[in-house]
């Protein structure tokens, strides 16, 4: 199985910060990665697909980048209701797996 | 577009149980349709995939053998049935939308969720 691994674990930031979360990943991805947010009791909610196209919808502050192994989710300014957990996810190949998180907390 | 799932609940290790997932607001039929389950504290974990035309059916390694995924495209239904049920198996079970109906996709709709249990 594809490996993803995102960092940092935790990320303490403040209203108005730019916040960048990485996804690194065991095999060549090409662009096949998404990312997610999701709050506590909540499914996740979609964010990005394909590395860097935001779903319709979502906020401009939200951008994410990369190729092959290593991938970036940034918000731009964070604002409060920002302050979630965050997912990647690689569907390259089967088994789809996810990152283990990383929680922006203020 | 909404998917709401249903059946969770509290079941000792060995027995069984089926989740249900209604969807509404889309073209239910034309898209593949997954369940994605998440434990306690833990990131996502994707399960099972059913193809729009149920052509192509794929697992997780953890529940291949135990679980099977089905849908009924007449009455935009999809189904989780769960067998021989273990501990780690307890989590939040989502069911999911593919965004372009491929089946290796992002999500682009989830479910609410339900809660699977299983305890002694």
């Given at each position: 199985d594809i490996q993803v691994t995102q960092s940092p674990s935790t990320l303490s930031a403040s209203v108005g910060d730019r916040v960048t979360i990485t996804c690194r990943a065991s095999e060549n991805l090409n662009q096949w990665v998404a990312w997610y947010q999701q709050k506590p009791g909540k499914a996740p909610k979609f964010l990005i697909y394909k590395a860097s196209v935001l779903q319709s919808g979502v906020s401009s502050r939200f951008s994410g980048s990369g190729s092959?192994?290593?991938?970036?989710?940034?918000?731009s300014s964070l604002q409060p209701d920002d302050f979630a957990t965050y997912y990647c996810?690689?569907?390259?190949n089967?088994?789809?797996t996810f990152g283990q998180g990383t929680k922006v907390e203020i | 577009a909404q998917l709401t799932e249903?059946?969770?609940?509290?079941?000792?290790?060995?027995?069984?149980?089926r989740l249900s997932c209604a969807a509404s607001?889309?073209?239910?039929?034309?898209?593949?349709?997954?369940?994605?389950r998440q434990a306690p504290g833990k990131g996502p974990e994707w399960v099972a995939v059913l193809a729009h035309?149920?052509?192509e059916e794929y697992y997780g390694d953890s529940v291949k053998g135990r679980f099977t995924i089905s849908r009924d495209n007449s009455k935009n239904m999809l189904y989780l049935q769960m067998?021989?049920?273990?501990i780690e198996d307890t989590a939040v079970y989502y069911c999911a939308k593919?965004?372009?109906g491929l089946v290796l996709d992002a999500f682009d709709i989830w479910g609410q969720g339900t809660i699977v249990i299983v305890s002694s």
């Amino acid at each position: 199985d594809i490996q993803v691994t995102q960092s940092p674990s935790t990320l303490s930031a403040s209203v108005g910060d730019r916040v960048t979360i990485t996804c690194r990943a065991s095999e060549n991805l090409n662009q096949w990665v998404a990312w997610y947010q999701q709050k506590p009791g909540k499914a996740p909610k979609f964010l990005i697909y394909k590395a860097s196209v935001l779903q319709s919808g979502v906020s401009s502050r939200f951008s994410g980048s990369g190729s092959g192994t290593e991938f970036t989710l940034t918000i731009s300014s964070l604002q409060p209701d920002d302050f979630a957990t965050y997912y990647c996810q690689q569907y390259s190949n089967y088994p789809t797996t996810f990152g283990q998180g990383t929680k922006v907390e203020i | 577009a909404q998917l709401t799932e249903s059946g969770g609940g509290v079941v000792r290790p060995g027995t069984t149980l089926r989740l249900s997932c209604a969807a509404s607001g889309f073209s239910f039929s034309s898209y593949g349709m997954h369940w994605v389950r998440q434990a306690p504290g833990k990131g996502p974990e994707w399960v099972a995939v059913l193809a729009h035309d149920e052509s192509e059916e794929y697992y997780g390694d953890s529940v291949k053998g135990r679980f099977t995924i089905s849908r009924d495209n007449s009455k935009n239904m999809l189904y989780l049935q769960m067998n021989s049920l273990r501990i780690e198996d307890t989590a939040v079970y989502y069911c999911a939308k593919d965004r372009l109906g491929l089946v290796l996709d992002a999500f682009d709709i989830w479910g609410q969720g339900t809660i699977v249990i299983v305890s002694s």
